[in-house]
């Protein structure tokens, strides 16, 4: 049983918008920032949002981040086949200091 | 270019050690926290554990709390996690990260670890 909540699927049709959400507690989302990580099939996990809603660097805007008090949403836009992977939220616990926590991850289908 | 790449893993009994190793580079390996996160097979994430960037201070998962060391060789630029007592449930593929700007900026390939008899 993970920390933070997520849907374990979402899915959509190429061209549409999906969001995934990610569900915490004070002690955890409601007081850090939220960051968001896309895993490809065989891959390892990849930053795609930090600091709740910003992007690295070559990460298209597509992809977007936002948090309201223990929660936190990702939303991708212009779905592309190549956006099917595994999405994970993270963040840090803050009762137990510099330990970190991720969700159960949402498997992301493009139709 | 960031670059993490992990070694050490195997099938290892129950009850077993082993230790895996992360190789730095691309980056200046002593300024940055780094931890250890795994993910058994068709599971999600789980972090196991960080390190300061001097090694003062650790951090562990319950799960792992007083069998497995995390630990770092600033001058050899790598990171290292001892595991001890293992047991089937630390079956998974075992990821190095550097942590920046509060999140788990890169990682490396991963290296599998298997527990079994």
């Known amino acids: 049983q993970s920390v933070l909540t997520q849907p374990p699927s979402v899915s959509a049709a190429p061209g549409q918008k999906v969001t995934i959400s990610c569900s915490g507690s004070s002690s955890n989302i409601g007081n850090n920032y939220v960051s968001w990580y896309q895993q490809l099939p065989g891959t390892a996990p990849k930053l795609l949002i930090y600091?709740?809603?910003k992007r690295p660097s070559g990460i298209p805007d597509r992809f977007s981040g936002s948090k309201s008090g223990t929660s936190a949403t990702l939303g991708i836009t212009g779905l592309q086949t190549g956006d099917e992977a595994d999405y994970y939220c993270g963040t840090w616990d803050s009762s137990l200091s510099a330990r970190g926590v991720f969700g159960g991850g949402t498997k992301l289908t493009v139709l | 270019e960031v670059q993490l790449v992990e070694s050490g893993g195997g099938l290892v009994q129950p009850g077993g050690s082993l230790r895996l190793s992360c190789a730095a580079s691309g980056f200046t390996f002593s300024s940055y926290w780094m931890s250890w996160v795994r993910q058994a097979p068709g599971k999600g994430l789980e972090w196991v554990a960080n390190?300061?960037?001097?090694?003062?201070?650790?951090y562990y998962v319950d799960s792992v709390k007083g069998r497995f060391t995390i630990s770092r060789d600033n001058a050899k630029n790598s990171l290292y996690l001892q595991m001890n007592s293992l047991r089937a449930e630390d079956t998974a593929v075992y990821y190095c990260a550097r942590v920046g700007r509060l999140s788990f900026a890169y990682w490396g390939q991963g290296t599998l670890v298997t527990v079994s008899s």
């Open positions: 390190i300061k960037q001097d090694g003062s201070e650790k």
């Open positions: 600091e709740n809603n």
